[in-house]
């Protein structure tokens, strides 16, 4: 098992910045992707960032160029640096993790004013 524990949300301006942590604890060492994924009021959770065992990143084209996923072993954590972030990017952001399942965070909530 993986218990995940997301931090950094908040409210922020348009074209501000914010990062999101992830600290895994349990299995760690059987992850095999971690990552972001986030849902909008009245909107399907949709998958933002990740980052596989190898390091292999991926990002929504939403994302894509603003965001940066970056994990530290040492820490089992893993981040979420939310650049030029825009009003639509105002959502729920939940950590997630891959071992025969997700495992998912209770997580965060990032809000962008315009």
């Known amino acids: 098992q993986v218990q995940l524990v997301e931090s950094g949300g908040g409210l922020v301006q348009a074209g501000g910045s914010l990062r999101l942590s992830c600290a895994a604890s349990g299995s760690t060492s059987s992850i095999n992707a971690i990552g972001w994924f986030r849902q909008a009021p009245g909107k399907q959770r949709e998958l933002v960032a990740t980052?596989?065992?190898?390091?292999?990143?991926d990002y929504a084209a939403s994302v894509k160029g603003r965001f940066t996923i970056s994990r530290d072993n040492a820490k089992d954590t893993v981040y979420l640096q939310m650049n030029s972030l825009k009003p639509e990017d105002t959502a729920v952001y939940y950590c997630?993790?891959?071992?025969?399942?997700?495992?998912w965070g209770q997580g965060t909530q990032v809000t962008v004013s315009s």
């Open positions: 980052i596989s065992r190898g390091g292999n990143t």
């Open positions: 997630y993790a891959t071992i025969h399942w997700n495992y």
